[in-house]
């Protein structure tokens, strides 16, 4: 990701929760502070039933789906979409309520998985070897570097007796020093 690009998702992330906060106040006063309240906390709890009820099936369903080869990793999306879902809901806020309910239509989420869930597999794919080839060198290795790494030295354990008498470690002193 270039840097332009960096620092603007990171100015929309910090401009999102006063967003959110914005038009709260704004709804607040448009409908009420009570059916705000019974619209935050509504929403809250359908996210806490989606979660609960989605959540564990898509443990299940990813065990199931590493112990056979019998279905793809669509239903895997789909579960984590809709638990995606369910966390937007919790959060307080219209615009994070929206995109809950939003990614709760079925025809919404299959289109997500179509589209930006191969797209975004294919763009970590691509990071990942670009990341893997930039430790590769043109050159090919040396017969003494393909063995690995050899790093020389010694040591002594302090608990056991030296091996060699006269080239021990002073005994650590316990107390005070002056």
Known sequence: MSQPLKIAVILVLAALPLLEIGLLIRLGQAVGIW???AFILGTALLGTYIIRKVGMSVFERALSRLN???E???PLFDGFLQVLAGLLL???GVLSDVAGLVLLIPQVRRFTIRTGLLKLVTFF???AEVSRGAFRTSEPPSHDETDGIV??????RLSERPLHPGKSVQPRRYGRRY
């Open 35 to 37: 059916w705000l309240a």
């Open 125 to 127: 794919h691509y990071q």
């Open 151 to 156: 790093i020389e030295g010694e040591y002594e």
């Open 68 to 70: 056979s080869d019998r």
């Open 90 to 92: 919790i959060l307080p």
């Open 72 to 74: 793809g990793f669509s």
